[in-house]
């Protein structure tokens, strides 16, 4: 079991930026992937990117090009940088530990207590 804390998020204008981060209570190299989920009101927790231990990312088609997903072992932290945000980037999002490659992730159980994301047209 690992705790994840999200932080980062706010207020952001259409096309500003915000960069999010997630710090876990224990080493996330146990962890085959990390990723960020997003989930809008009304709507189910959706994936949103995930980076394997290997560096590999991988991005929902809504977020490619404008998102990038890193980790740093490290601190035991991933991070979302979000540029051009849209208002439909509008939601909670979660950060998660689990397992996955370059084709797919699989979440763990453990889920932060998410932070808002919330961009102004």
């Known amino acids: 079991q690992v705790q994840l804390a999200e932080s980062g998020g706010g207020l952001a204008q259409a096309g500003g930026s915000l960069r999010l981060s997630c710090s876990a209570s224990?080493?996330?190299?146990?962890?085959?992937?990390m990723a960020w989920y997003r989930q809008a009101p009304g709507s189910p927790r959706v994936w949103v990117a995930h980076?394997?231990?290997?560096?590999?990312?991988k991005y929902r088609d809504s977020v490619k090009g404008r998102f990038t997903i890193s980790r740093d072992n490290a601190k035991n932290t991933i991070y979302l940088q979000m540029n051009n945000l849209k208002s439909e980037d509008t939601a909670v999002y979660y950060c998660?530990?689990?397992?996955?490659?370059?084709?797919?992730?699989?979440?763990?159980?453990?889920w932060g207590q998410g932070t808002q994301v919330t961009v102004s047209s």
């Open positions: 224990s080493s996330i190299f146990s962890f085959s992937a």
């Open positions: 998660n530990a689990g397992q996955g490659a370059s084709a797919y992730y699989t979440p763990g159980d453990d």
């Open positions: 980076v394997t231990n290997d560096g590999i990312t």
